[in-house]
């Protein structure tokens, strides 16, 4: 009826016009009464009838009397809710836009049992969608009601395994990367067996990603199967190597070591005797020691002797030399070749995770070596960084950056004041990605941190303002959740 | 003048706010429904792009004691707040028992102004369902209405009904109706 009247307003009264015939019972009377009344012209009773009908319309719209498509009630959650506090937390990191704070929350609510009210469901399962890494943590938050919820919305069709087995046969490669190395963390040989049972179908990209995983915690256990794979891929056998490398009892370590006690002796007194003879045979080359060197002023066979010493755990040549470390490490140095050496017993310690050994060494040592600090306890590794700070800043930095846990409150602040005064490389940005690293007692020393060039000063103020909202979100998720 | 006049006084439930901008021109729409006297009410406010807000700031989700003087009309809704006012959170009311008695409100509307704008009403125990491939709300009696064509948030409905009714406020007129807010577990969720 309705489409009647717009379609006779479209062509014009001149081409269509409006019978009562054309109208609802009920309107015949009105009709006919504004049709009747010839002072008004057509248009006008056209109007008029129209604006009846409107009205009309609007005054018996009913109900539709039909229960659809019922919904099958979502079912009751088994793990209580997050506070009100938490929300609030929640919202702010949300308003912020800051997926680390996001995260962060995330897994603090999912490690207290709790899981997340439904009114949230719909932006954290968004959030998933956009962020493969979170998503297993998101659905897990987001309790029955999430999974009752994104049942009916393909976006949110996550494959969902409960358990971690399930993640491991069944789940997507990120997935199946985060199950096995959390696996490998807690139950190394656990992880070894199962990836020991899907070997045979793995790809070479997930066998290789695979393999470094297998570098936590790796083991003398881990022995036999490496030393049975028959691997043809470059790639693959590369990591299979690496592996071995940081088992003392594997062959090719064992090889390395008779190499090295042929060709290094303790002399009389304090001497130390190096041939350059060097037994070689192809296995040595296959595991990767290199034979030609890229530095200049280092033969041949001296590079491969460094590469050697740097493959063999540092405590055995205390046997070799019936010395301590402290002795050990004199012989070394006193030599004119062997102090070029010392690098390399660097490099061994921190293979082998050797922290007698590391400690010694770095504590003599004037350069930075980011990779083998993390073997010391926290404090130690600050108390290093601190130490090379100022001759290293960007090395630091670096190595503070890959840290996931927050920095002690000295190297902090030596950081931040540096940063203070290098706005334009330190931005916003790096703080907010780094929020969860910063300790939230720096907010107290921030003003103190302030650079002397004027001109800094007022970058700094901004970024100090930053800062403490970034803070005061996270220290708001540590109360919600303690 | 308006404020001079004497209104109604009533514990007013803020349902929610609606922000349009055009042309420079920020209008902020807030919905409101008197918890006593069962009517619904729309205060506007104004500014250009530029001048600082406006010192009556309301709260979605709340509630306020407060004085409203409508505009002149035959189905009032347009209303201004006469100062001062109280805050406090967002309480339970009495809301329609289903489609019949709010179609009928409508028609009683109609009858007085036929040409006018959506106003709040409030619906107890709706629930979300399927039908024609689209979002619509069953009342207690199983009867249904459509969900406004564009409703943004069906999913955060969604999530909070869980397939369970919800006393909910609604927005619309006619046949097309979408929700400002909930009540889940006694307390109001802005939609």
Not at chain 1, 272 to 287: A, E, T, Y
Not at chain 1, 375 to 381: D, G, M, T, V
Not at chain 2, 104 to 124: D, H, N, W
Not at chain 2, 128 to 141: G, S, Y
Request: glycine content about 4%; charged content about 20%; aromatic content about 10%.
């Amino acid at each position: 009826m309705w489409n009647n009247i717009i379609n006779t307003a479209l062509l014009g009264t001149g081409k269509k016009q409006l019978t009562p015939a054309d109208l609802p019972a009920d309107l015949t009377p009105v009709a006919e009464k504004i049709m009747k009344d010839k002072s008004l012209d057509g248009e006008t009773q056209f109007l008029h009838i129209a604006a009846v009908m409107l009205n009309y319309r609007q005054s018996g719209v009913n109900p539709v009397n039909n229960s659809g498509v019922p919904l099958q009630p979502a079912p009751a959650e088994e793990r209580p809710y997050c506070t009100t506090q938490a929300i609030y937390a929640l919202q702010d990191a949300l308003d912020m836009d800051l997926l680390p704070l996001v995260t962060y929350w995330l897994e603090a609510c999912h490690d207290k049992g709790q899981i997340v009210v439904p009114e949230y469901i719909p932006v954290l399962l968004d959030t998933a969608v956009s962020q493969k890494r979170i998503r297993h943590l998101a659905m897990t938050v987001c309790g029955k009601r999430g999974q009752w919820l994104s049942s009916m919305n393909a976006d949110w069709q996550f494959p969902f395994a409960a358990s971690n087995e399930d993640r491991w046969q069944t789940g997507s490669a990120e997935d199946r990367r985060q199950v096995l190395q959390e696996i490998r963390q807690s139950y190394p040989g656990m992880a070894r067996d199962w990836l020991q049972q899907t070997w045979a179908q793995e790809n070479i990209s997930t066998r290789t990603e695979f393999l470094k995983i297998m570098r936590t915690n790796i083991s003398e256990d881990d022995l036999p199967w490496l030393e049975s794979l028959q691997e043809k891929n470059q790639k693959v056998k590369d990591e299979v190597w690496a592996l071995l490398k940081q088992i003392p009892s594997s062959f090719i370590v064992q090889s390395y070591w008779q190499i090295l006690q042929s060709a290094i002796s303790r002399g009389p007194g304090q001497s130390l005797h190096i041939s350059l003879q060097l037994p070689l045979d192809k296995r040595i080359i296959d595991s990767g020691i290199a034979t030609l060197s890229n530095e200049k002023n280092i033969s041949e066979e001296a590079y491969i002797l460094f590469q050697l010493m740097g493959s063999v755990p540092p405590s055995w040549w205390e046997s070799l030399f019936k010395a301590d470390k402290e002795e050990v490490f004199t012989l070394f140095e006193k030599d004119d070749l062997g102090k070029r050496f010392i690098p390399a017993l660097i490099l061994a310690a921190g293979r082998f995770k050797d922290a007698a050994w590391l400690r010694l060494l770095l504590e003599k040592s004037t350069a930075f070596y980011p990779d083998v600090i993390p073997l010391l306890p926290a404090a130690e590794q600050e108390a290093y960084a601190l130490r090379l700070f100022s001759n290293y800043p960007q090395d630091v930095i670096n190595y503070l950056s890959n840290r996931t846990d927050e920095w002690g409150l000295e190297i902090a602040s030596e950081v931040l004041r540096w940063m203070a005064r290098n706005p334009y490389q330190y931005t916003r940005n790096f703080f907010d990605k780094h929020v969860l690293q910063l300790p939230p007692v720096i907010t107290e020393e921030l003003e103190k941190l302030a650079p002397e060039e004027p001109a800094y000063q007022a970058t700094w103020r901004n970024t100090s303002e930053h800062i403490r909202r970034l803070l005061s979100c996270k220290v708001q998720i540590n109360k919600a959740f303690k | 003048m308006l404020r001079q006049q004497t209104g109604t006084k009533d514990t007013w439930l803020i349902l929610n706010k609606q922000t349009t901008e055009e042309d420079n021109l920020t209008t902020e729409k807030y919905w409101l429904y008197g918890l006593h006297s069962f009517q619904p009410a729309l205060v506007l406010q104004f500014y250009a792009r530029g001048m600082s807000r406006p010192q009556l700031l309301l709260t979605p989700g709340m509630s306020i004691e407060a004085e409203l003087v409508y505009f002149q009309s035959n189905v009032p809704l347009r209303a201004i707040i006469k100062e001062p006012v109280t805050n406090n959170s967002l309480q339970d009311t009495y809301g329609l028992p289903g489609w019949q008695e709010l179609v009928v409100a409508e028609t009683g509307l109609s009858e007085k102004m036929p040409v006018r704008s959506e106003r709040p009403y409030i619906v107890q125990q709706l629930t979300p369902v399927q039908h024609n491939m689209k979002w619509w709300l069953k009342d207690q009696r199983d009867q249904i209405m459509p969900l406004k064509n564009g409703f943004r948030n069906i999913w955060k409905l969604l999530s909070l009904s869980g397939g369970h009714p919800l006393d909910m406020a609604l927005l619309g007129k006619e046949q097309e109706y979408e929700p400002l807010g909930v009540w889940h577990n006694g307390t109001y969720k802005l939609l």
